[in-house]
């Protein structure tokens, strides 16, 4: 039974180690050739950055403002709705971790959100020369990059980490998708290795009631004379 057992699961991790490598680049560095950096001013008229797609335009908050940029900006390299909506710039990297919207840490990815105590940043590239952020500021410059080797001292602020909000290409909508697929291969392919079991037994029973009709069909068997000869003897 337990190698049985065994021989259930292997298949079944090999299903999920598929959906897991697709989901991967979620959850770590972006590939180079699918993130597109942005290291100029965005246009007025793109959706992401106006009152048609931003919620911080929407309520009064645009651009030039840190958090207005940064939601824009996942909202376009993403192309889906930020799962953030709301909060300045000290609350993201809290409101992220206590809401476990996205992956969070200390390590600069492409797409991430850089948080400090009074601002957050787009990180565009990481090379030899530093982290290049793409940023707003509110009510200074609408947009501006700038490199840095220590993210810790930009502006003198406390930095918080990293909110890694570049789904690599995975939506969450297709993530829900292939998760969904997975289950249903897996249950599927868990029903048909059941199904042996059952049409053994399902043997088993029909070889019992062939057993039991020859034994009634021999108990139905009529008396010959010389038996009943012999049993009045």
């Known amino acids: 039974m337990t190698k049985k057992k065994t021989l259930l699961i292997i298949p079944f991790v090999i299903i999920m180690s598929f959906v897991l490598s697709l989901i991967t680049p979620a959850l770590c560095y972006a590939d180079d050739s699918s993130y597109e950096p942005r290291l100029t001013a965005p246009n007025s008229s793109i959706a992401y950055y106006s009152r048609k797609l931003n919620r911080y335009f929407q309520v009064g908050s645009g651009m030039p403002n840190c958090v207005a940029y940064a939601y824009g ?7 889906e709705k930020p799962l953030i909506t709301h909060g300045s710039a000290g609350d993201w990297y809290f409101i992220n971790k206590s809401n476990g919207y996205y992956d969070y840490g200390s390590e600069p990815k492409l797409g991430a959100v850089a948080c400090w105590s009074r601002h957050v940043a787009v990180v565009e590239k990481i090379d030899d020369d530093g982290i290049t952020l793409s940023e707003s500021h509110w009510g200074g410059r609408y947009f ?36 969904n697929a997975t289950n249903q291969n897996s249950d599927q392919y868990m029903t048909e290795k059941a199904k042996p079991i059952d049409v053994q037994n399902q043997f088993t029973l029909a070889t019992m009631d062939v057993e039991a009709s020859n034994n009634n069909e021999q108990s139905a068997k009529p008396m010959l004379l010389t038996d009943k000869l012999n049993t009045n003897r």
């Open 73 to 79: 900006r996942i909202y376009e390299m993403n192309g």
């Open 144 to 179: 501006n990059t700038v490199t840095y080797q220590n993210l810790s001292s930009h502006y003198g602020q406390t930095f918080y980490g990293y909110i890694y909000t570049y789904n690599g290409g995975v939506t969450k909508k297709m993530e829900s998708k292939l998760l």
